[in-house]
């Protein structure tokens, strides 16, 4: 290592800044990744990826169901086509009826459809929500060691 380094800025380095602010920091204060002996900079990357792994945990997840394009003209129409249809021709009750039925059955899909999604969504954020204080607890256990290592890379430059 070269005694160009900027000790100030290690040293005001802390466990609360995130791994990419470490990985910067090494950066501008001289720390070579050649010259990487205490592996300083293979825990900021660890420290860095946990930081990422812990925000991905807030993050909901949405299941979409895209429709297809024109939906706002084809399904007036479906529902015109079938009225005209229950109409056309005798016994329009028991069309219409018909016609109804198949109405509500598709309602009752679509319902079921949605609420899979919901409770699909919500399974992610339970899981995503229990992994989450493992993940801290690996951060904080990278960030003990990457603050040893810090230290011991300023003690070996004032020797």
């Known amino acids: 290592m070269s005694s160009l380094l900027d000790k100030p800025l290690l ?8 791994g990419i602010i470490w990985l910067q920091a090494l950066a501008k204060a001289g720390v070579r990744t050649v010259d990487d002996r205490f592996g300083v900079y293979a825990l900021a990357q660890r420290t860095h990826e946990l930081d990422d ?11 979409y169901f895209p429709l297809p394009g024109g939906w706002w003209i084809w399904v007036p129409m479906l529902y015109g086509w079938g009225f ?5 021709r005798t016994h329009v009750e028991e069309r219409l009826g018909g ?9 009752v899909l ?7 999604k919901f409770v699909r969504e919500r399974r992610v954020l339970r899981a995503r929500a229990r992994l989450r204080p493992r993940l801290k607890g690996q951060r904080a256990a990278a960030m003990a060691d990457l603050l040893q290592a810090r230290d011991a890379l300023i003690e ?4």
């Open 11 to 18: 040293r005001s380095m802390t466990d609360s800044h995130r």
């Open 53 to 63: 792994e812990i925000q991905d945990t807030y993050r909901a997840e949405q299941l």
């Open 84 to 88: 005209l249809w229950a109409l056309e």
């Open 99 to 107: 016609f109804m039925l198949v109405c509500i059955g598709v309602a």
């Open 110 to 116: 679509f319902a079921a459809v949605l609420m899979l």
């Open 156 to 159: 070996a430059e004032g020797e």
